[in-house]
């Protein structure tokens, strides 16, 4: 009987992935990683994650499963490698993406080599994305998921082949609501949960507070420019802005106005009309291919740069180690730190994090 751990979050998707592999017959046990600690977790959190009551849904869930559930403490990787980053990033003026940080390093690295060491083959996880084999080539592919609106293969991209061949979305062929409506009629305790919508360590949304808190500084202020360098306004500190923002900026115009680029080392902004922040070719480094094992020519395809965006026609290529994907059509808030993630149709080419533009 093949042996799966199930990433289990708290939440009605990771308990439905749990039932449904119990179901499919293999020896399954829930485990809930424990990254973050703060007092705020010892409250209920509606819209976070990884509280101490997500945790005690888990071990309820797999109690009702039947299935043992263990807890696993990466809090010092998580701190080292998700949370410092995201810190820095932010710091550095970049726009920093800690799921796609914690998919890489937590889930599937940290979560995937304890697994293997227990003797387990799977570790499966609540992610709406599919994995299936291409004959042709015999590699594994990522695919987006049935349900379009909840599809996670954006964060997915940096999966390896050995990754994949050891990884289980049995919810990637599911509709968000088929996985409530499975959890509901088998009594689950979190059916009706509400979904996290922040960071998980930023629980109330107040990003720059949490970092304040964590550093001990306090940001300080500084220039907003225009493209021409003149000063325009001040700014609350660096930390508060990403590339393409437009709300929020305090600045009186007969224009919108949006965040074109951020100089940490001199402490301003520079701010633009839409026209100057559009973007064209976007450049990526730390790139992983999925679908093929090197792009050796260009090649045409869809390519998306944040999380909750349609992606658009591109071509793509590779300069050295860098990957180069120039738009049909130039784009807004291109934001270094972000990832670029290409597309053929619903499979995953690959993807790299954004390190320039132009």
């Known amino acids: 009987m093949k042996k ?3 990433a289990m979050s708290g939440g ?3 308990s439905v992935a749990a039932y449904l592999m119990k179901k ?6 829930g485990a809930t990683m424990r990254l973050y600690r703060s007092p705020v977790f010892r409250q209920k959190n509606p819209r976070g994650c990884c509280s101490d009551q997500d945790e005690e849904d888990a071990a309820f869930v797999c109690y009702q499963l039947g299935i043992p559930h263990e807890s696993v403490c990466f809090t010092k990787q998580f701190e080292e490698q998700v949370i410092r980053k995201f810190i820095s990033d932010y710091e550095s003026g970049l726009t ?13 690295r940290a979560l995937l080599e304890y697994a293997e060491e227990k003797g387990f083959d799977f570790v499966v996880t609540g992610h709406y994305a599919r994995i299936c084999s291409d004959e042709r080539s015999g590699r594994l592919l990522l695919r987006k998921a049935i349900d379009e609106s909840k599809d996670q293969s954006y964060v997915l991209y940096m999966l390896s082949q050995d990754q994949l061949a050891h990884v289980y979305f049995p919810l990637g062929d599911l509709h968000k609501t088929e996985v409530r409506r499975i959890g509901e009629e088998n009594g689950l305790v979190n059916a009706s ?3 996290s919508q922040d960071i998980c360590f930023v629980p109330d949304g107040d990003y720059v507070k949490f970092m304040e808190e ?11 420019l225009d493209t021409d360098g003149n000063k325009i306004g001040r700014h609350k500190g660096i930390v508060h802005y990403t590339i393409g923002q437009r709300k929020g900026l305090g600045i009186s115009a007969p224009h919108p106005l949006y965040v074109a680029a951020i100089d940490a080392k001199k402490n301003t902004v520079t701010v633009a009309e839409k026209n100057d922040v559009l ?5 990526a480094e730390k790139v992983n291919f999925i679908a093929v094992d090197e792009l050796k020519d260009e090649m045409r395809i869809k390519a998306r740069i944040r999380y909750n965006e349609k992606e658009k026609p591109a071509s793509a290529r590779m300069e050295g180690d860098r990957l180069v994907v120039r738009f049909d059509e130039p784009r807004s808030g291109v934001a270094v730190g972000q990832s670029v993630v290409l597309y053929d149709g619903d499979i995953v ?3 790299g994090v954004i390190c320039g533009s132009e």
Do not use: H, W
Request: charged fraction near 30%; aromatic fraction near 12%.
């Open 96 to 108: 920093p993406n800690p799921c796609i940080d914690c998919n890489r390093t937590m889930k599937f």
């Open 349 to 351: 080419v690959g993807g």
């Open 12 to 14: 009605v998707d990771s």
């Open 214 to 224: 964590y550093t001990g500084r306090k940001y300080e202020e500084g220039d907003f």
């Open 4 to 6: 799966a751990m199930i």
């Open 24 to 29: 499919e017959g293999f020896d399954c046990v």
């Open 279 to 283: 973007k064209q070719t976007v450049y």
């Open 193 to 195: 949960k509400r979904e």
